[in-house]
């Protein structure tokens, strides 16, 4: 069987910035050989993406086939010399594995790699798979995304999957994802005229169709939620005018905000929403769009239901069915099968000295295991 806590060591060892490989690849691929899994390394390099190296691996022909997806590309550590540790040292301090990915989200893979190893001297019925992309912390255009019509073409079904993001917020058994808000960018520029700040009608300045505009996002509800979900949102990002000058009425002016949105809403209807907002100025303007993912909800069913009941076995907590946070890949996989995101804590991911407890890596792993018995037999 294989040890947790030292694949997540090996996996962190593997500088495997987003999107390069750094061997990443390699060391899943030979553990999961040596456990009986059929490999596919698949590089998908489509702009505006870099090349970026993929793997969907299964053992068994047998359905029902139950997925786990997650991604071995981590964010940069920033500037090193704030790290306690080297980030990629993948050192064990005070209980803690630290290191870049610790918890976002090689911890993960490694107690699920750690599962199937014990699970699988024993007989079962169905399929096991994992689904691991090299592009999710990107512009994952190369990496899920463009696996599934693979898997599709292939006549690869996914049952169910299982996503290992950090979903407790401190600690394990707190929190599961069964769906994610939808997110969706705008960039608005309201174009007016520019002239001298002394004869402002001479003038049409857009700063202040701007600042109205901005005032409306934030004191108009969007919706109240609905079962699963909390209210929309919209959060202002920037505001720029690029005007040097104090006596001059700029000729533009620009916002940059974010929507997170329920499932009360489409990318349709909120970017509705949003014109109409705008449009209530009379204002001249543009506006840009770039959509990360609709809102999407994986109703409670069977993978919840044994996620909550491995966690409340494991750690003594049942884990809240939740859609918050940020995307994840799951926004993809939702498309072709039930999804749930279940993983270590989420407290240090990204941060300076990411760490996760040697103790949670091993409990998810007993987690994952029972999850796998309830689903498979």
């Known amino acids: ?78 500037d090193m010399s704030r790290w306690s540790v080297d980030p990629f040292a993948a050192a064990i301090k005070d209980g803690f594995l630290i290191g870049r990915g610790a918890e976002d989200m090689k911890g993960a893979i490694g107690a699920f790699v750690a599962a199937v190893s014990e699970y699988v001297k024993t007989s079962f019925a169905g399929s096991i798979s994992l689904l691991i992309s090299g592009d999710e912390e990107g512009v994952a255009v190369n990496g899920t995304r463009k696996m599934l019509p693979w898997l599709k073409e292939k006549g690869e079904i996914i049952d169910a999957c299982i996503v290992g993001e950090p979903t407790n917020p401190t600690t394990l058994g707190q929190m599961a994802k069964i769906g994610r808000r939808g997110s969706a960018y705008g960039k608005l520029t309201i174009i007016g005229k520019q002239g001298h700040a002394a004869y402002p009608d001479l003038a049409d300045n857009p700063v202040t169709s701007l600042i109205e505009i901005l005032h409306r996002f934030n004191t108009t509800p969007i919706d109240e939620g609905s079962e699963f979900f909390p209210s929309s949102n919209l959060q202002v990002t920037s505001v720029d005018v690029g005007n040097p000058a104090g006596n001059v009425i700029p000729a533009e002016a620009q916002a940059n905000f974010n929507i997170r949105f329920s499932d009360r809403h489409s990318v349709k209807t909120i970017e509705g929403w949003v014109r109409a907002q705008i449009q209530k100025t009379k204002a001249k303007y543009d506006l840009q769009w770039r959509v990360s993912g609709e809102a999407f909800i994986t109703p409670p069913g069977k993978l919840s239901g044994l996620i909550q009941e491995a966690a409340k076995k494991v750690t003594g907590l049942t884990p809240e069915l939740s859609t918050t946070g940020g995307t994840s890949d799951a926004r993809f996989i939702k498309d072709i099968c039930p999804v749930v995101e279940f993983g270590t804590t989420g407290t240090t991911a990204h941060a300076v000295d990411e760490k996760v407890r040697v103790e949670d890596i091993i409990n998810l792993k007993e987690i994952y295991l029972h999850v796998l018995r309830g689903f498979l037999g």
Not at 7 to 34: N, Y
Not at 45 to 61: I, S, V
């Open 1 to 78: 069987m294989l040890d947790p806590v030292l694949l997540a060591q090996e996996l962190i060892r593997c500088p495997s910035i987003t999107p390069q490989d750094a061997g990443v690849m390699d060391v899943l691929t030979k553990h999961l050989k040596s456990l009986g899994f059929v490999c596919h390394r698949m590089t998908f390099k489509d702009a505006p993406g870099e090349p970026t190296e993929n793997l969907y691996a299964r053992l068994g022909t047998a359905q029902p086939n139950l997925c786990f997806a997650g991604h071995v590309d981590v964010v940069p550590p920033g």
